[in-house]
């Protein structure tokens, strides 16, 4: 763990958010500390974070908002957000991370627990995926040590974990890549998600790539694929083809 990283800490619950500061500055962090969206997003202006605490029910604007604000600000658009909510149903989480959260903790949680996913998502947004830095497939560029992508010429603003997810893919360009083994390439240790998490990221990839989303495709029952020539399934008489979904 690095001492100089620096965490906003978005709680509306004082003393929950007093607690939260004081064991991080334990941790060896330093944080500023926040209690609405608002005053979340004026923070961030004033000094960038290595990383967001983000509650999801905040007076002024909501947890989703502002991360929905915080993923289209190019200033902004890579720092890594953990969301924090006493909500836990499925239905919630998707929705956190659909709208840019890299990671997700429901309310009680423990300490060591958090401090785990702290430092996994920063451990995570500051590695550099394997050689080589500038991966080429097809309409895409992935600058690995910039963590910059561009389809047909125009940057495409990805979170960490959609980063790393499609230079994952890529490298494995033509290869099935399980939902297993993303979670294991591409979101690493320290971290526990669903196979259903990974599907929500792949649907986020796939909108912000628009018409060329195609080429990651879905291989049912198995996992994703990258193909820079992306099967189109033909019409049958039934009806039109089965939807690629996530």
Known sequence: MQPHWHILIVEDERDLAELLALNLRKAGYETTTVHDGRQAL??????KPDLVLLDLMLPELSGTE???RVRTNAATAD??????TAKGEEVDQLVGLAVGADDYVTKPFSTKVLLARIEAVLRR???TPPAPNVLRAGPLEIDADAHRVSCRGQPIRLTVTEFRLLSTLVQSAGRVVSRAGLIRRAIGPGIT???RTIDVHITALRK????DGAMIETVRGVGYRFSTEPE??????AGPAAERTG
Do not use: Q
């Open 208 to 211: 912000k790539l628009g018409d």
């Open 232 to 237: 189109r399934a033909e019409p049958s008489a």
């Open 66 to 68: 502002v991360a929905g």
């Open 79 to 84: 720092v890594p957000i953990i969301m924090l």
């Open 42 to 47: 004026k923070a961030m202006a004033e000094r």
């Open 193 to 195: 998600v669903t196979p």
């Open 125 to 127: 947004a500051s590695a």
